[in-house]
Structures are given as C-alpha cells and as structure tokens.
C-alpha cells in the first residue's frame, strides 16, 4: 500500500479516545465542509505532510506498546475521515493483532460498505453525529444527515451500545439547547447509551 498523508500523531492521550493510554493518527480528508471545523489542515492541500504506510506508523506507535497492552489502550484514528481510508485501518489492524484496541472518530458520512468493512476492525467507535435536524446539519456541514444517522443506527446493531460514543454539540448560530435535548432524545431511542453533550466556543477573529 502507498504512503498517505496524516495531518498529526498525538502520543500519550488518557480518557480522550476510548480506553486507555492511547495515540491519535489523525488522516488527512474529510468529506464535510462544517463551518467551525477545527482541523482544517485537513482540507487544505496534502504538499508537505508527512505519509506512512501501514507498517510505517505501525513502527512509529508501536513504542508506546506496553502502555497500549498494560491500560488496554492503542490508537484512535482521527482527521478529516478515518473511514475513508479502510483499506489503511485493515492493514494496520492486521499487523498490530488483538492487542492494541483500534477507536475510529468518525462523521459516518461515508458509504455504508466503509461503514461495514470498518467495523470488522475496529473496536470502538466515537460518532461526531453534529445534530438530528436535517436542515441544520445541511446547513452546517454541507452533508446529508440521513447517510450519518443510518449509518449509525446500523453500527449500534452491530457494535453493540457499549462500543459507540456519540457527539452532540452545540453550535452557535446554527442549534440551540432544545435542538441538542431533542437530538439526544433521538439518540436515546435509537438505543445509544453514551452521549457526550458540550459546547463550541467560537473564538473571534479580532
């Protein structure tokens, strides 16, 4: 497999991304266009970030082993879009075998083969799902909501409650807290059990 780009590894993360002592991969690419993305190195063109194959980064984390084995911690692949690049995840789950617990942040907004492929890979899985409210979510992220809440219904089935933590923001001048309590409402019947509710704070340009 070729090399793709990351914008950013992280070491040493504790109670941020899933179990464990953990290191974040973040891919460069996402699909979505929200308006107060906070990585936007992820868009912007790939010239000059550095690229790993599998094996590569599994060299460059795997000095991190016994605090991946000892707290049942591994590596959290971020962005951009971790699910677009399954093909990368299979891979380096292969090499790194049971031990390390693989966590995917991920928008869902892919297709549902990426979805289904994922899964068979990784362990554990944070959904940033932004808002139940399909004109907000358009308007926020230039996506269509329903691929992310099918996708998502269809990996709790899979998962199980236990394996998705799902991410409900509020963000200013597009939802409110009764849009959040109403999207958490949705999620709740849905079967979701872990919910992360927080707020943006939108830094001024002055």
Not at 55 to 71: H, K, M, S
Not at 133 to 148: F, L, M, P, V
């Amino acid at each position: 497999m070729e090399a793709v780009p990351f914008i950013g590894i992280d070491r040493h993360r504790l109670g941020v991304d899933g179990v464990g002592v953990t290191t974040l991969a973040a891919f460069h690419g996402c699909p979505l266009r929200c308006r107060y993305c906070l990585n936007r190195r992820c868009l912007e063109p790939a010239e000059g970030l550095v690229r790993y194959t599998p094996q590569e980064l599994y060299d460059r984390v795997g000095v991190d082993n016994l605090y991946f084995i000892a707290t049942g911690g591994g590596v959290c692949f971020g962005g951009g879009e971790p699910l677009l690049r399954v093909d990368f995840l299979e891979e380096f789950k292969a090499l790194c075998g049971r031990g390390w617990n693989l966590t995917a942040e991920t928008s869902l907004q892919v297709e549902r083969e990426s979805v289904v492929r994922a899964a068979e890979v990784v362990g554990d899985f944070i959904v940033d799902i932004k808002e139940g409210n399909a004109a907000i979510y358009k308007a926020y992220t230039g996506g269509d909501a329903a691929r992310a809440w099918g996708n998502l219904e269809w990996l709790l089935g899979r998962m199980g409650a236990e394996h998705v933590l799902v991410r409900v923001p509020l963000i200013p001048d597009f939802n409110t807290e009764a849009d959040c309590d109403a999207t958490a409402k949705r999620l709740e019947a849905m079967g979701v059990t872990r919910i992360d509710r927080f707020g943006y704070r939108v830094m001024s340009d002055e």
